[in-house]
C-alpha cells in the first residue's frame, strides 16, 4: 500500500478504481507501407472507425435529454462535427493514395499537420484548437487499434480519475455518475476544478505533484478529500475500515438531512440565509431539499466554458429562465460573465489572450465592459428571463466606483433595448457587486451606495489580498481564509453596508467552510453561498451558535497576528 498526500479539495470519502486519464498518453503508431490495392480496404476501415465513433456519440446525444444536461450534449456535437469534417477526411483519402502507407500512420501524420499549421498561428484561441485536433486523432487511433478510450465524459463504470491536470472544461464534461472521485498532480482548493468537484460532491484531492506517476489504471484507491489523501492499493484492513467509515458518513448524512426544513438561526435569534451555487436545475432541486434558500452565485461563464464558445441571447436566455423556474420563486443571482484569467474562452476573447499576468488583467467586468455587444446580449437575456422569477443581478471583479457606473449604464441600455423590443422584464432587480479585489472593500462606502447588495468573493479577495495565485499548488498553504487581514477587510465590507441596511453575502469557499461558521455569524454576515455538500453542516453549526458568543470571537479574531492564532480561537468554541 501507497500513501500519498496532497491538498483536500473536495470533502468525501470513496473507494473505487483508478483510471489514468493523460490526454497527451498517444497509442503507439504502427507504420508500415501497403500496395496500392490495399487503399480502398484502408480507406474503408477509416470510415467504418468513424462511423463506429460517431454512432457511439450520436447515442450518448440521445441519452442526454434533459434541460441540465445541455452543456453536454452540446460538447458531443461539437465532436461530431470535427469527426465528419470533410477536410479531414479529404486528407486522409489524399495520404493514403500518395503516400501508400497504413491509416493509422496517416491518421497519425494528418493530424500532426494539423496541429504544427495551427500551432504556428498567433493567439491562443489556435492552441486551443490543437488540443482538439490532438483528441480527434487519439480516439481514432483508439479505435482502429481497438484501444479502450477514456473520455471523461463517455465513460461506462464508476472510476476515480488521476490527471496530471484537469481544465475546468473537461471537469465539466465529466460524467457524474461514473466520475467517482478525482486526484489531480496540479491545482488547489481554490482552482475552478477544485470548485467543480464540490459542487458535484465528488471527493477530490489535488496538488499531489507525482500522482499520475504512481499510480496506475486497475489501482484500487481510497481517496479522503478531507484529508487530502489517497492510498494505492490498499491491504485489506485498511480497505474494510474504509468501508466502514464510508457507511457510517452516510447514516450520519441521513440523520442531519432532517434539518433541511428548519431555519439557520442562531440560539439567540440571530437569523441568516443559505444558499448554493449552483449552474444547474438539477443540482438547485437537490440543494432546495437540503434547504437552500435560493442561488447566491450562478457562475454564467460555465455555459459558455461548456461550449467553448459564445452563447447567444437565446440560449443564455433559456438557461436563465430554466433556473429561475428550479427555483421555485426563491432568488437567483445570476453573476455577469466572469471570463478570462483561469477561465479563458478563446471564442470570445478572439486570439487576444496573451497577457503576462492573465489574473490582473483583460478579465471578468473589465473585459464585459471593453465588449458592449457580448456584454449586453447577455443582460437582455438576464432580464427577459426575469419575468419567470425572482432574478438578481451581481457584477464581479469590481474595483472601483467607474466600472460599477459603466455597468449599471450598460444596464440601463440594455432595459432600454428590451422595452423598444416590447421585451418584458421585471421592474423590481436588484443589482449588486462582489467584492474580490481589496479595493473595494476599502472603498466599499462608496460602493454600496450604487448597490443593493454586496457578495463577497473570498477565492479572488484571498488571491489579490495576500499574493497568491490560486491555482498554484506551491503557494496554496499561504491561501488562508482566517488571515487577519482578510477578516478585517470582509468586516469593512459588512459595516459598510449595514451602515446603509444593506445586506452582505459571502459566496467564495470560505463561506462554506463549517469550521469557520462562527466566525462569520460574529462578522455579521447575512448570507452564506456554498456548494450543497456545505449547507446541512453550516446550517447545524449556525444552529448550536450563540450570535453574542460569536461577535466576542469575531471581535478577538480581527486583533490577533496570524490565521494559527485565529484557529487556535476558533477551536475555543462560540
Ligand atoms: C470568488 O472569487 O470568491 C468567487 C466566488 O468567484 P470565482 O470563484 O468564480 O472566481
Ligand atoms: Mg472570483
Excluded at 441600455?413 to 472593500?441: D, L, R, W
Excluded at 456554498?530 to 451558535?545: P, Q, S, T
Excluded at 470571537?553 to 492564532?565: D, H, I, S, V, Y
Aim: proline share 4%; charged share 25%.
Amino acid at each position: 500500500m501507497e500513501e500519498l498526500t496532497g491538498i483536500p479539495a473536495s470533502k468525501g470519502l470513496v473507494i473505487g478504481k483508478a483510471l489514468l486519464y493523460l490526454e497527451d498518453a498517444m497509442p503507439e503508431i504502427p507504420r508500415y507501407g501497403i500496395e496500392k490495392a490495399r487503399v480502398d480496404y484502408e480507406w474503408r476501415r477509416f470510415l467504418s472507425a468513424v462511423a463506429a465513433i460517431t454512432e457511439r456519440v450520436r447515442r450518448k446525444v440521445g441519452e442526454l435529454s434533459g434541460d441540465g444536461e445541455k452543456d453536454r450534449r452540446d460538447i458531443l456535437e461539437t465532436q461530431l462535427m470535427m469527426f465528419e469534417d470533410a477536410d479531414f477526411h479529404q486528407n486522409v483519402r489524399r495520404g493514403l493514395e500518395s503516400r501508400l502507407q497504413n491509416l493509422e500512420s496517416i491518421v497519425w501524420d494528418v493530424s500532426q499537420e494539423l496541429i504544427r499549421k495551427l500551432s504556428a498561428l498567433p493567439g491562443a484561441e489556435f492552441r486551443a484548437r490543437t488540443a482538439d485536433v490532438s483528441g480527434l486523432a487519439q480516439e481514432l487511433l483508439n479505435e482502429l487499434l481497438s484501444i479502450r478510450q477514456s473520455s471523461l465524459a463517455s465513460l461506462d463504470e464508476a472510476v476515480i480519475v488521476v490527471a496530471r491536470d484537469l481544465l475546468p472544461s473537461q471537469a465539466l464534461a465529466m460524467n457524474r455518475d461514473f466520475v467517482k472521485g478525482v486526484v489531480t498532480d496540479a491545482g488547489s482548493h481554490l482552482s475552478h476544478t477544485a470548485i467543480i468537484a464540490r459542487s458535484c460532491g465528488i471527493p477530490a484531492v489535488m496538488g499531489l505533484s507525482s500522482g499520475s506517476a504512481r499510480i496506475k489504471t486497475g489501482d484500487t484507491l481510497v481517496v479522503d478529500g478531507g484529508k487530502g489523501l489517497v492510498l494505492v492499493n490498499p491491504d485489506k484492513e485498511t480497505l474494510s475500515l474504509y468501508q466502514r467509515l464510508i457507511k457510517e458518513s452516510r447514516t450520519r448524512a441521513r440523520l442531519v438531512y432532517s434539518l433541511g426544513g428548519q431555519k439557520a438561526e442562531t440560539r439567540d435569534g440571530r437569523l441568516v440565509t443559505l444558499k448554493v451555487n449552483t449552474e444547474t436545475p438539477s443540482d438547485l432541486k437537490k440543494a432546495l431539499s437540503k434547504g437552500a434558500e435560493g442561488v447566491g452565485l450562478f457562475r454564467s461563464e460555465f455555459i459558455f466554458l461548456s461550449e467553448g464558445r459564445t452563447a447567444d441571447e437565446e440560449s443564455q436566455y433559456r438557461a436563465y429562465r430554466s433556473m429561475l423556474k428550479a427555483a421555485k420563486g426563491l432568488p437567483v443571482t445570476i453573476r455577469t460573465l466572469d471570463a478570462g484569467g483561469d477561465k479563458m474562452i478563446p471564442a470570445l476573447f478572439q486570439g487576444n489572450v496573451d497577457e503576462k499576468n492573465p489574473l490582473l488583467g483583460w478579465r471578468s467586468i473589465r473585459f464585459s465592459l471593453s465588449v458592449p455587444d457580448i456584454f449586453k446580449t447577455q443582460l437582455r437575456a438576464i432580464l427577459r428571463a426575469s419575468v419567470h422569477g425572482k432574478v438578481r443581478i451581481m457584477f464581479p471583479l469590481i474595483s472601483g466606483l467607474a466600472e460599477l457606473e459603466q455597468a449599471l449604464g450598460f444596464l440601463e441600455e440594455a432595459k432600454a433595448e428590451c422595452a423598444a423590443n416590447n421585451q418584458p422584464y421585471s421592474g423590481t432587480i436588484p443589482v449588486g457587486i462582489m467584492v474580490e479585489v481589496p479595493s473595494a472593500a476599502l472603498i466599499a462606502d462608496k460602493l454600496i451606495e450604487k448597490s443593493d447588495f454586496f457578495s463577497i468573493g473570498t477565492n479572488d479577495l484571498i488571491q489579490y489580498t495576500l499574493g497568491v495565485d490560486r491555482g498554484n499548488e506551491k503557494v496554496s498553504y499561504l491561501a488562508r481564509p482566517t488571515h487577519p487581514a482578510i477578516l478585517r477587510l470582509i468586516k469593512m465590507t459588512i459595516d459598510a453596508a449595514h451602515k446603509q441596511g444593506k445586506p452582505v453575502a459571502m459566496c467564495g469557499e470560505m463561506a462554506g467552510e463549517a469550521a469557520l461558521v462562527p466566525l462569520l455569524v460574529g462578522l455579521g454576515l447575512d448570507e452564506f453561498s456554498m456548494n450543497a455538500a456545505g449547507l446541512v453542516d453550516v446550517k447545524r453549526i449556525v444552529r448550536e451558535c450563540s450570535f453574542d458568543k460569536c461577535q466576542k470571537l469575531a471581535k478577538k479574531a480581527l486583533n490577533c497576528a496570524g490565521p494559527e492564532e485565529v484557529m487556535a480561537l476558533l477551536a475555543g468554541g462560540a
